[in-house]
């Protein structure tokens, strides 16, 4: 009668170290400050943001891909770029996707910064908005082996299509074990940069068949924040580690697929443009009517209890760029010690981004920055890691569901408490849209500043919020 409680007990804790190992250390050390403003540095300002669109869904700025004579048939029996009405065989790619000419001239078809950057929000396409219904819990690794595997069956070994596809091959097979997380809805950006970068040599930045730093097995991840706000911002990313020049640490995505550093200064060429995009890119406007009076008392108590580190808005507006520490802002805090544990950080100091001119660099820091709010009611769901669904539970936090489900529909979107229309469950499962804030990195605790209101009084700041 006795085995029954032992074996559960012993097969929780296998399942316990199985989804929890590699997790990166805590690091105890506090910052002797409570908020660190982030200076900002020079960016490009000869830009063209026309140019820069054209470059995100034209350019070849990931420099390798699969032949596109291997999957034409396949794609242009329908038009399928509905969204950016593109012409040539980029009418036939996905938003997505593009297709462009290989260094040997070669055709071939890889994916774009929409992938994450494009969200889809009551059933329409967003560019700059996260894509919050990405879901990569599913491995790539047979995939890419399989995509590897195809290329060579059908082109051979000495063949331009294989010289087009071999760089992208490589880093595909070495990134995809990588990238699967174990929560819907959230972006592995970090290690794939972190996976491909490990496999570059930092001075010219080609590829390198053993790994120079460790990666943790975890897989931590994030919400996708938007583009829009970039330009408000003094460093990127939400623990402000992405320093320097922007026009370098927009162009991570490229790492999956260019062969050198060569192909790196051509590229980043085009991200000046994209930089200039950045700076013209508005957020959505509200689509539905506002209480115009109970946003302007919104307006006060944001002022009064937001903007010191969210700043304020109007056309006077000013965004500080602050950084709050851990143990203030009290959020999730796996993905910050990860990074400041990460091999990346000096890979990336010593490498082509930061001693080549203007230079980019990793500085991070133990805390999340606070972002601007511009546009904020589309950007469901909530906090670095995507973990609460709406702003009522935002500025609520006994309301916070531990785990809350959501349909794949993007019409499903609460304008009232603003977010993601949800359902509570109470456990977990693999299958479905769950997502849960017991696992590790996906706590939804912290920011708990809209405690102190009443429930009139968030209501009156979320109508504020829709304004923004």
């Known amino acids: 009668m006795r085995k029954a409680p032992i074996l559960l007990s012993i097969a929780a804790a296998t399942i316990a170290c ?129 995509t590897n595997l195809g290329v060579k069956l059908k082109y051979g070994k000495h063949s331009p299509e294989r010289a087009a596809f071999q760089d992208f091959g490589n880093y595909f097979r070495k990134m995809a074990p990588y990238i699967r997380t174990n929560q819907p809805g959230t972006n592995p950006a970090f290690r794939l940069a972190e996976a491909c970068m490990m496999h570059r040599n930092p001075d010219d930045l080609t590829f390198r068949p053993e790994p120079l730093y460790n990666m943790y097995a975890y897989p931590v991840a994030t919400d996708v924040p938007p583009l829009w706000n970039v330009k408000k911002k003094h460093a990127l990313y939400y623990n402000a580690i992405g320093r320097g020049d922007f026009s370098k640490l927009v162009f991570q995505a490229s790492v999956l697929g260019i062969p050198d550093s060569a192909a790196a200064r051509q590229a980043i060429q085009g991200f000046k443009d994209v930089v200039a995009w950045l700076q013209k890119l508005q957020p959505p406007p509200y689509p539905a009517g506002i209480d115009e009076p109970l946003a302007a008392q919104g307006k006060l108590l944001f002022e009064e209890h937001c903007s010191k580190c969210h700043g304020t808005y109007g056309p006077d507006g000013t965004y500080p760029n602050k950084v709050v520490a851990l143990d203030v802002v009290k959020t999730d805090p796996l993905y910050v010690h990860y990074i400041l544990s990460s091999g990346i950080v000096q890979w990336y100091n010593n490498s082509w981004f930061a001693r080549s001119e203007p230079p980019s660099w990793f500085e991070p820091l133990p805390g999340y920055i606070a972002p601007p709010l511009d546009g904020i009611w589309a950007t469901a769901p909530y906090l670095h890691n995507g973990s609460v669904p709406t702003l009522e539970a935002l500025l609520n936090s006994s309301s916070r569901p531990t785990r809350w489900q959501r349909s794949g529909n993007s019409y499903d979107y609460d304008l009232e408490r603003v977010g993601w229309q949800y359902i509570e469950a109470k456990k977990s499962r693999k299958k479905g849209w769950l997502y849960d804030t017991t696992l590790p990195g996906y706590g939804n605790q912290g920011h708990t500043f809209g405690d102190v209101l009443t429930d009139a009084q968030r209501r009156a700041v979320i109508e504020y919020l829709k304004t923004l």
């Not at 820069?52 to 990931?62: D, P």
């Not at 596109?68 to 996707?97: C, E, F, S």
């Not at 040997?104 to 009551?122: I, R, S, W």
């Open 18 to 146: 199985t989804t929890y190992k590699g997790l990166p250390p805590v690091l105890q050390e506090q910052p002797n400050w409570r908020t660190l403003g982030v200076p900002a540095t020079p960016q490009p300002l000869d830009g063209n943001p026309d140019a820069g669109l054209h470059f995100l869904i034209y350019g070849n700025y990931l420099g390798s891909g699969v032949p596109w004579g291997m999957i034409q048939k396949r794609l242009t029996k329908r038009v399928q770029d509905t969204m950016w009405q593109r012409t040539g065989p980029n009418a036939y790619a996905p938003y997505m996707m593009n297709v462009f000419e290989a260094a040997n001239g070669v055709p071939v078809l890889n994916g774009n910064c929409f992938t994450c950057h494009a969200g889809e929000l009551q059933g329409r396409l967003i560019p700059g908005l996260g894509n919050s219904f990405s879901d990569y819990r599913k491995s790539l690794k047979p995939l890419a082996e399989m």
